[in-house]
């Protein structure tokens, strides 16, 4: 090697441990709790591994503990882990962590309206006013139960039409589910039969699929670079605005037949209240728009992904699927719809579903978080504004909160006498000021549709699925379950 040679080398060498040590001293000097050193522009992403965030920050807390910081870009993100940082975040210091984080996939799309991605005095109204509809305020004559009860009928009617023959559930459940939201937003319900919904619906699927992918992961850490690089995650854009299009659409046709005292639907509901408060832009067109977005994208994909993972499990260990037959029979019987009062008196269903929910762990980095202050916790400085992701995946499966946290056991949901026992580590949902407000309806509609399609079928799969088939793929934003087939066999 010549002279000139070593000593650009020797150069370049001292350059970058110069750039690199003051670098670190830069984030060592902020008081954020530790992490693995960040690299300029990049930050941690060599630190994620390719398509696997979710295993990536579950190695890193076994390194830093249970709050540690990891850079996306320049970005630090707080990330906690387990029940007890989770819980005193979002519970006990609920207001200083109750702001919503970046999530740059949907965010350059969405722009802070609607609900979920909105902040301050817009999250507040749009909440409470949300809630308020959700629980049946004012929005016709038929109870959000009963509107699961009339789907369920349809679904149940859907699939005798496949005379047993091994099939995908994916499409029914998208579909199913979708009515439920569909009826409570515009008032009616669309036929399985209808296509053009139908392609519509694959788009929240798509979305859903794009944002957990590889790309869409490193979209979420390097929002900048990745708009410049081609892949799946430049769909996202375009999926969205066909949905907020069908949306704006329906809103339209719903307008045109609206009357201000005869509210029929959550469309309604708002369009009432945006004349009552014409000055508050909380409630204007594009808040609609985002919030009824809002509740199909959270209300469709979660509820219905949750029920496939709850067929595979039940095919999977086929005891407990006689153990839930059994307890339909004897409460419910055969002649009469499962309703809500029921699930007290069904404490074996009332643990597997939760135990499902638990295991299936839809939502494992839950949505981001953010501080709404500079707020000190731990003994570290988190300044306003700082993202925070309270890993709903290391509650479900807290080793201090559950006997078996990595296996399906509803035995984490029952005493030794057999009746429903609460759990800590239950938390699906997420916890505090933030908490899925569609929790009651998800809880409803899991529960009335698992009783009322096991009380007419026995679920049978195509081929016998292993303890790893059943595993949550860990992957990015969502769990999705493996694609599998299976037979719904009659029961009555
Ligand atoms: C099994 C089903 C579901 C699961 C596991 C689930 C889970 C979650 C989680 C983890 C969050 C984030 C909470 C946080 O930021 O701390 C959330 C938020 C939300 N969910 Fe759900 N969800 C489900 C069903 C639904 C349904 C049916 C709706 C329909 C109304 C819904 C509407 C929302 C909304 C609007 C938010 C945003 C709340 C806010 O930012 O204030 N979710 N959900």
Known sequence: MDLTWFVSLLLAFIISSFIYSTWNSIYRGR??????????IIGNVLHIKRGEMVKSLMELRDKYGSIYTVYFGHYP????CGYDAVKEALIDR????GARGRLPTLDQFIK???VVFGNGSRWKDLRRFSITVLRNFGMGKKTIEERIQEEVFYLKAEIRLQKEQYIDPTRFLVQAVSNVICSIVFGNRFEYSNDSFQKLLTMFSVVFEDMSSSYGQLLDMLPTLMSYVPGPHKRINKSMKRLTDFISEQIKINEESFDPNSPRNFIDCFLTKHKQEKDNPNFDRNNMVFTILNMFFAGTETVSSTLRHAFMILMKYP???AKLHQEIDRVIGDSRVPNIEDRSNMPYTDAVIHEIQRFSDILPLNAPHATTRDVTFKGYTIPKGTD?????????RDPTKLASPTKFDPNNFLDDKGCFKKNEAYMPFSAGKRVCLGEGLARMELFIFLTTILQHFKFVPEKTFTE?????????????????????VPRV
């Open 112 to 114: 802070g309206y609607g």
């Open 77 to 80: 993100i707080v990330v906690l």
């Open 31 to 40: 008081n954020l709790p530790p992490g693995p050193t960040p690299l300029p």
């Open 319 to 321: 005891e407990v699927q």
């Open 94 to 97: 609920a207001e200083d962590f």
């Open 468 to 488: 790893e088939d059943i595993r949550p793929v860990m992957a990015g934003f969502a769990n999705l379950p493996k694609f599998y087939r299976m037979s719904f």
């Open 388 to 396: 925070v992701y309270p890993l709903l995946c290391s509650v479900l």
